[in-house]
């Protein structure tokens, strides 16, 4: 079975700094989708940024890319001159590429930009 | 792009009545949604996969004739809580797989809905 990790459940960054939240992931699977969506207190969840497995090259959404280490199974999130909107929770999700497209969450990382 | 509708996004009941949620893609065409239920500060627990013109998969541990799923067009799911009960009181969430292009691999999320039985 799929398990999704995020292993920081706080972090805190200075507004205009860089940040890097973590994820890692466990799957025999080769080819699947891997998210990382934003929940800002409004509780709506927004999709940052996707990555599909066979893509070596990483993906990136203006401020946002991720570090993707298919080997090591770990698909890290960089936001890049933080802003005081980008508070909120992020949730790293990981979805196979056939089959019931159902997502595996993470547990999240509250992520607070400070001004 | 890809917006998904959920109504209502609060409901307060009596313990006891049933509770409809709608949730809706609007820009186009989801023959597979998702419900979710979320506690406070806590990841989302998937509920059920609602699929179009078939039966409701659900999870293990979620009682099916308590949440009732219908998935009736391409473009609405419906989530039916039963005889509501104050531990039923939680943040649901529905998400729609799919986008205006068609591709059938991300999912796009409703703004959820509130439920507080008393």
């Known amino acids: 079975a799929q398990t999704v990790t995020q292993s920081q459940p706080e972090m805190s960054v200075q507004e205009a700094e860089t940040v890097t939240l973590s994820c890692t992931y466990d799957t025999s699977e080769n080819n699947y989708y891997l998210f990382w969506y934003k929940q800002p207190p409004s509780r709506q969840m927004i999709l940052v940024i996707r990555?599909?497995?066979?893509?070596?090259q990483n993906a990136t959404e203006n401020r946002f890319s991720v570090n993707f280490q298919k080997a090591a199974k770990s698909f890290s999130l960089k936001i890049s001159d933080s802003q005081l909107g980008d508070t909120a929770m992020y949730f790293c999700a990981f979805m196979r590429s056939s089959g019931t497209y159902k997502y595996i969450f993470g547990t999240g990382t509250r992520l607070k930009v400070l001004a | 792009g890809a917006v998904v509708s959920q109504h209502p996004s609060w409901v307060i009941c009596k313990s006891g009545t049933s509770v409809k949620i709608e949730c809706r893609s609007l820009?186009?065409?989801?023959?597979?949604m998702f419900w979710y239920r979320q506690f406070p500060k806590q990841s989302l627990m998937l509920m059920a996969t609602?699929?179009?013109?078939?039966?409701?998969?659900?999870e293990q541990g979620v009682e099916k004739d308590k949440f009732l799923i219908n998935h009736a067009s391409l473009t609405l799911s419906t989530l039916t809580v039963t005889s509501a009960h104050p531990e039923d009181s939680s943040f649901y969430i529905c998400s729609a797989l799919g986008a205006p292009t068609g591709s059938t691999d991300t999912q796009y999320f409703g703004p959820g809905t509130r439920l507080t039985v008393l």
């Open positions: 990555q599909e497995a066979y893509k070596q």
């Open positions: 820009d186009f065409q989801a023959t597979t």
């Open positions: 609602s699929n179009e013109g078939s039966k409701a998969t659900y």
